[in-house]
């Protein structure tokens, strides 16, 4: 078919024409505005269905002031866990007559920063992030203040007044730990992607009696806080060798930390990694190197990934509701969408499980 043959997409005022209405009529019927009549709205809607009509979403968000969209920011979205998540978010969405418009930062606070601003050119009606950097919400402060409420996934930050949906990473590494210390292991390795701290940030991290906010850490800094405060509060001394810091987001960078911790001339009984890609990579690296599980290395990894029951043994994990989150992050953006005069933000923790299977023994064993 040539472009001068191309059938020609039907307008409102075929529309009206059809049904035998005015044009401003036909608008009313199908934009749920204004007052007609039950025969008028029942005619154009016939008429719109035996024309296939789209409506233009552009002009009536020029007329409500929305868009029925919301923005979604992932941190990565070929990751299982955002995945899973953005299943939860669009469901709730769909649910609420709302589409879902998705993009990537790449855990790339500059990505991240595009994103938004791209959202907002789309105008969306609200914003759905897992920020990259806890730190640095200055442009999802300047969304919100030009009316575009945020709603936080993942993270939570001291420096934006907005809703969030978390698990408390912290608490979840430690009772993974600890669980691992008291087993009897006194060398528990953890890979996590953080970036080589400064030494004033190692001060920060080793000292148990600091007061460090939620709301300041990134997922990975909360988890290797809890990871560090297991083995104070068991007594059981930090090695810094066990401390494994990818740098980078990546498997690969897993696979070849891990490959280095297990090749101390004092390896580790037990390891702990972060997230799913660490895990991963850590996995990989433990296969590969033939090093037996739990009867040489006991394994607790962070997120319950499908694949961590069709191994041998099946992995313990630490197990987050991840699609309630997303659907709860939606919920919650919606409600403050909705509401004329809505709740002050609040962040709510969603519980994990330590789900115990074959990959931990005692040191004993």
Known sequence: MTASSRPRRATLPDVAALAGVSTAAAGRALGGYGSVSEDVRRRVTEAARQLNYRANRLA??????????IGVVCADIESPFFARALRGISDVAHENGFSTLVTNSDEDLASEREAVQLLLH?????IICAPADVKQVEHLAQAQSGGTPVVLFDRVSDRLEADAVIVDGMKAAYQ???????????????????????????ARFLTPE????????????????????????????????????????????????????LALKNPPTAI?????????GAYRAIRDLGVAVPDRLSVVAFDD???TVLVSPALSVIAQPVYEMGAEAARRLIRRLRDPEPAPPATLFMDVTLVERESVAPISS
């Open 176 to 202: 993974a730990v600890r669980r691992l210390l008291d087993l009897g292991h006194r060398r528990v390795a953890i890979v996590t992607e953080l970036r080589q701290p400064r030494e004033q940030d190692w």
């Open 272 to 280: 702990f990694t972060v997230d799913n890609l660490m895990t991963v």
């Open 122 to 126: 789309k105008q969306v009606d609200g």
């Open 60 to 69: 009536a968000s020029v007329r409500t002031g929305r868009t029925d969209t």
């Open 305 to 307: 990934l499908d694949w």
């Open 210 to 261: 600091a007061e460090v906010s939620l709301g300041e850490l990134s997922p990975s800094e909360a988890r290797l806080l809890g990871y560090l405060r297991a083995h104070w509060d068991a007594g059981v001394p930090v090695r810094r060798e066990l401390v494994r810091r990818t740098g980078t987001y990546a498997a690969e960078a897993a696979y070849q930390q891990t490959k280095r911790v």
